[in-house]
């Protein structure tokens, strides 16, 4: 969504429009909390609330670098 500011609320399934700290409001079951949404990612459902879940601005960010997971080792059974 181009031009979202602060107090707008946006919708999941909503393409992000630029890159930020995104409040995301709950139903009752789960308190407020912040994601990082990047610009061009869909906003997505809650597994419980569904699409009653709702997303608000708080800060705009630069585009975050795209981070590539570390791999883990496994530890062998037998070592």
Do not use: W
């Not at 707008?8 to 930020?20: E, F, I, K, T, V």
């Not at 960010?61 to 981070?67: A, G, I, K, L």
């Amino acid at each position: 969504m181009e031009g979202a500011s602060p107090g707008d609320d946006l919708l999941p399934g909503a393409l992000c429009g630029q890159s930020g700290i995104y409040q995301v409001i709950h139903r009752a079951h789960r308190v407020t909390h912040n994601v990082l949404v990047r610009a061009r990612e869909l906003f997505p459902r809650c597994k419980v609330c569904g699409d009653a879940v709702r997303f608000r601005l708080v800060k705009q960010v630069s585009q975050p670098p795209f981070m590539r997971a570390k791999r883990v080792r496994k530890k062998s059974a037998g070592r």
